[in-house]
């Protein structure tokens, strides 16, 4: 069984080492937190992940595939929320996914079938004749999430994906990511840097100035205090 393998990836910005012999793997089914405070090397690592730019050093293994000589095959295995969003505000939310199923050679009958299904998912079928400019953030979020299930993939990255939501839409869109990997065994590796997003039972990385500091499960890294824990191993204030 094949999930995302991270394999020591080191990568520099001038000066600045922003990620340091960074590794990690994760199975089928994971949800893995990787928890970090902003400039931690999170986004990079999300850059690397995508293709967006190649590692100096290291290498990426997506279901199977090395990312860096089977480029075409990792990518088809990830479906990826980014925290900016880049939705289709004048069109409805059932033309923005038939549009991102087209990029992927999915169309007709298979590619309504999919939309709609991946809406169904994340409680949006109802909403898919509406234009995505009245939606709400939280419910633009979970559009997103089910725009990046379209093509059937076996690892899903969000970054920082509840930026901006209140607190009800954040658990909102928590929950449902949580229930993809448990009932879908999709793997799943949600950037974040705040800790009450962080469920004791998931796999927790947490990430500090391009280094990895600790790697296990949420509950045996904080205890009954992740946040305490997360603060004193990376010396930020509360």
């Not at 996914?97 to 409680?123: C, K, P």
């Amino acid at each position: 069984m094949h999930g995302l393998s991270v394999e020591r990836i080191g990568h520099r910005w001038g000066a600045k080492q922003a990620l340091d012999e960074v590794s990690f793997t994760l199975t089928p089914g994971a949800f893995c937190a990787l928890l970090g405070p902003n400039g931690a090397g999170k986004s990079t690592l999300f850059g690397i992940l995508t293709r967006l730019f190649t590692p100096q050093t290291g290498r990426v293994v997506v279901a199977g595939h090395d990312l860096a000589r089977a480029p075409r095959a990792a990518l088809a295995a990830i479906g990826v929320v980014f925290q900016q969003s880049t939705l289709d505000l004048d069109q409805t939310v059932r033309r923005n996914l038939l549009y991102f199923a087209a990029l992927h050679g999915i169309a007709g009958r298979e590619a309504e079938t999919r939309a709609m299904a991946a809406l169904d998912r994340l409680g949006m079928a109802e909403r898919a004749g509406e234009k995505v400019a009245a939606l709400n953030g939280g419910h633009r979020r979970r559009m997103e999430i089910a725009r990046a299930l379209i093509h059937r993939p076996r690892v899903l990255l969000l970054d920082e994906p509840t930026v901006g939501l209140d607190a009800a839409a954040r658990a909102a869109i928590t929950d449902h990511v949580h229930a993809l990997a448990a009932d879908e065994g999709l793997c799943v590796l949600w950037a974040t840097h705040l800790t009450d997003e962080v469920r004791p039972a998931d796999r927790l990385v947490i990430l500090h100035r391009g280094k990895v500091l600790a790697d296990g499960t949420a509950g045996e890294i904080g205890g009954a205090d992740l946040t305490g824990t997360f603060l004193e191993l990376t010396g930020e204030q509360a």
